[in-house]
């Protein structure tokens, strides 16, 4: 009997820990007000990618990112916060991005996030700031020319864990064997060592791999609308409201317009919306 | 987290299946791999005794996840395909060859000199010494500690999360970022881990006891 | 072998060492962290305080019996649930030396149960008490045979950085994958790289417990 009790109080203690755990994971979302925050801050912190090319990308030579939303993150921080708003950026995948912004981690999300109805259960979206749609990516040459010759037994997709192109694909070609990644680096990696025969994403971002490996190509055009939104936690419709002015003013401004060109003036092949 | 262990359990359970079958693999594998490096280690050849060395302290001190990643990036790109499963189950083997390599060493070791020559000296030569006295006391030592390596095995065959090797991290995160419920979901990945690992490593401590 | 060359520019060797300086950086820290705090829970878990020690060695057992890279997102996706949000190199931090002193404590209990327990009762009964003979006659002995396999928990230590990738932690492999991911040409060079590096640290480490090991039985 003492043995039993002995082995019997570790699983008890855990299983009291899971409760108080998941109990506590309920309650304390970010539940101040970020505007106020930020403004006494000034500061917004961005969760944004560093993994993808055109959009968020790392640059070795001077150890930051860089990208469209990374510009897009700064001048909307300077829209809200004034001339002198700092934007501090924090790098998410797409797997750690909404447990980062649910945890208060960063105060919103501006990192290749298409708005669905599924996510927009757990975040708010401002409007959409881009209009994506997913595609494939495959080497040159490959016989495969769109998204249904993918549809057979056996075929190897790869694609990013946490994204929703993962969740389209299975719609689009059922068949074939989905193989998730960490990160964009890691899935376009994958692709070259030939773990699968197609990376499957939004256009823009294999548009951008596409650049840095003309070996690789996109097949077939977009088949899904994928439109980008930037995140924020529930419950902070102050900061949404100002986001979602500032995309406004800026596309006014004619500033949006040159960001977009600055990323996808050269990007062959490349137009905006996804038909 | 209890809805999470119930709507995802196929997911969760091919992933526990996955875990499983790659941590025994990698530990016969490791056994049989560690075993020659061992004697390869001990051989009174110069060269042989080397590269045995050699092998055991570069993986030693050397990353799982680079050992794996090496496998599953580098060797698709210049020799053959391998997948994410067979690329996480090749590092483990590897890796923790290197580990039981040092134990069968260490065990080899620990066996009496004198037996040996007393061996000897009855007229066997040195390969039967070898293996019909001292191995066998050898791996005597050698086995209690192969339950740790075992344990070891399933927490770090995680690692095939890295390279999409199906195994339980893997379905954990994908389950993860299918339900934005993170907490939850690692609590039950993590429960369904000790299901595995926490019995062996009592289990261990009672051996442990009894053989002292 | 042009592949090379450009591989090893400085930029990306300069950008390498950057990582290099973040896993040796988190190393460290880890290593003394977990070493006060799992020789602290190990020494608790021995002297068998009543409650105390039960639920120390369950919590130790729990850990242990975890994989890293749970406990990694745990401790950055998880606990900020709870109210504390650390950045991601506090996090990596923190999730090693949970992970490492539930590690180090096993070592260092096993340890002390290793010296021979008559050594003990031989002392009290010199007129010793307990804390004196543990301080001047078990730790001493124990801590000779703890040092090879808390050399071999640390070595491991600073391997299982490499883990925290997963979390973006800006170490030595993450900085390995951010290179190789923007030029495949690069992929070779860069895991002969990331070999040769982490295998100078790893072995600097184990070459320096070896001398401590003989000045010690010396």
């Known amino acids: 009997m003492k043995k039993f009790v002995r082995y019997l109080l570790p699983v008890a203690f855990l299983f009291s820990l899971v409760l108080i755990l998941s109990g506590c994971g309920k309650k304390s979302l970010s539940q101040q007000d970020v505007l106020t925050n930020d403004r006494q801050s000034n500061t917004i912190t961005w969760g944004v990618k560093a993994d993808t090319r055109l959009f968020g990308l790392m640059n070795i030579k001077t150890g930051k990112v860089q990208g469209f939303d990374i510009d897009m993150a700064r001048a909307i921080t300077k829209q809200i916060l004034g001339k002198n708003g700092k934007a501090k950026l924090v790098q998410v995948t797409s797997n750690t991005r909404i447990p980062l912004l649910k945890n208060g981690n960063v105060d919103a999300l501006i990192a290749t996030m298409t708005i669905t109805p599924d996510r927009a259960k757990v975040v708010d979206f401002s409007e959409p700031y881009f209009h994506a749609g997913q595609a494939i990516l495959v080497k040159k040459g490959s016989s495969i020319k769109n998204i249904r010759d993918l549809n057979y037994k056996g075929a190897q997709i790869l694609g990013v864990q946490g994204s929703n192109s993962v969740q389209n694909v299975r719609k689009y070609a059922p068949k074939a064997n989905i193989l998730e990644l960490s990160d964009y680096a890691q899935a376009f990696t994958a692709l070259k060592s030939g773990q699968g025969v197609a990376l499957t994403t939004d256009n823009g971002i294999l548009y951008g791999m596409s650049v840095e490996d003309p070996n690789y190509v996109v097949a077939g055009g977009a088949f899904t609308k994928e439109p980008y939104g930037i995140a924020v936690n529930k419950g902070q419709k102050p900061f949404l409201r100002k986001v979602n002015a500032a995309v406004k003013q800026m596309k006014k401004t004619g500033e949006y317009q040159k960001i977009v060109n600055k990323w996808f003036g050269n990007v062959q092949g490349f137009e905006e919306g996804g038909n | ?212 | 072998m042009h592949n090379f060359i450009q591989a090893y520019s400085w930029l990306n060797i300069r950008y390498l060492l950057e990582g290099l300086w973040v896993t040796v950086e988190v190393s460290v820290l880890s290593i003394i962290f977990s070493f006060i705090i799992g020789g602290l829970l190990g020494i608790l878990r021995y002297v068998k305080i009543k409650y105390v020690s039960a639920i120390i060695g369950f919590v130790i057992d729990i850990i242990r019996n975890l994989p890293l890279l749970l406990i990694l997102f745990f401790t950055y996706f998880g606990l900020p649930n709870l109210g504390f949000k650390p950045e991601v190199i506090p996090a990596a931090i923190l999730a090693m030396t949970v992970f490492e002193s539930a590690m180090v404590a096993e070592i260092i209990r096993s340890g002390i149960v290793a010296v021979d327990a008559g050594q003990m009762e031989a002392a009290r009964s010199n007129g010793m008490t307990y804390v004196q003979a543990m301080w001047h006659i078990i730790l001493p002995q124990a801590i000779r045979k703890m040092i090879p396999p808390l050399v071999s928990q640390f070595v491991s230590l600073i391997k299982d950085t490499s883990l925290a990738t997963i979390i973006m932690l800006p170490e030595l492999m993450y900085h390995a994958q951010i290179i190789y991911g923007q030029n495949s040409n690069y992929v070779l060079p860069m895991f002969l790289a990331l070999a040769v590096l982490y295998f100078i640290v790893c072995y600097a480490l184990s070459l320096l417990s070896r001398v401590l090991e003989k000045r010690l039985s010396a």
């Open chain 2, 1 to 212: 987290m209890i809805n999470i262990l119930v709507r995802y359990w196929p997911e969760l359970w091919s992933g526990l299946l996955s875990t499983l079958g790659s941590s025994l693999l990698a530990l016969v594998g490791s056994l049989i791999l560690g075993t020659l490096f061992a004697f390869m280690e001990i051989s009174s050849h110069r060269w042989v005794k080397f590269i045995g060395r050699v092998y055991v302290e570069v993986f030693r001190n050397i990353p799982l996840l680079v050992v794996t990643m090496f496998f599953y990036v580098v060797i698709p790109m210049f020799i053959a395909k391998v997948n994410g499963f067979t690329a996480g189950t090749i590092g483990l083997t590897i890796y923790t060859s290197a580990f039981i390599a040092e134990t069968v060493r260490a065990g080899i070791e620990a066996v009496d000199t004198g037996q040996m020559e007393a061996a000897r000296s009855t007229g066997l030569t040195y390969t039967q010494a070898m293996v019909q006295i001292i191995f066998p006391q050898a791996i005597k030592i050698t086995i209690p500690p192969l339950g740790n390596q075992f344990i070891n095995l399933v927490k770090n065959s995680s690692v095939l999360a890295f390279v999409a090797g199906f195994d339980l991290m893997y379905q954990g995160n994908v389950v993860a970022a299918t339900t934005f419920n993170t907490s939850d979901t690692y609590l039950a990945v993590g429960l369904m881990y000790l299901i595995l690992t926490l019995p062996l490593s009592y289990f261990m401590r009672y051996l442990e006891k009894r053989l002292a």
